[in-house]
């Protein structure tokens, strides 16, 4: 069956770093657009950033210039590089494989930027 493994979260100070990392089976990779979504306490899920099969990406405003999505085809895996984090950063993040009209998430990763 397919599977989305989000790991990478944490506990981060604000300025700082992290690495999230989504591990996916079940599915042929390298044919579906890869997508990461958040959601913090109290409000709705929201779009992230996006890669294309063909390595196009697309940001939400307020993560441009400080996330980094990417991929690794030969393994299955997909990774948002995210810096200069703020307390607004805070939320669970999800990753979600997509080749319409086949749509499959992960369970999340917490993600707590606080001093």
């Known amino acids: 069956q397919v599977q989305l493994v989000e790991s990478g979260g944490g506990l981060v100070q604000p300025g700082g770093s992290l690495r999230l990392s989504c591990a996916t089976s079940?599915?042929?990779?390298?044919?579906?657009?890869m997508n990461w979504y958040r959601q913090a306490p109290g409000k709705q899920r929201e779009f992230v950033a996006t890669?294309?099969?063909?390595?196009?990406?697309n940001y939400e405003h307020s993560v441009k210039g400080r996330f980094t999505i990417s991929r690794d085809n030969a393994k299955n895996t997909m990774y948002l590089q995210m810096s200069s984090l703020k307390p607004e950063d805070t939320a669970v993040y999800y990753c979600?494989?997509?080749?319409?009209?086949?749509?499959?998430w992960g369970k999340g990763t917490l993600v707590i930027v606080s001093s």
């Open positions: 979600c494989a997509r080749r319409l009209p086949e749509d499959y």
């Open positions: 079940g599915i042929v990779f390298n044919i579906y657009e």
């Open positions: 890669i294309t099969t063909g390595g196009g990406t």
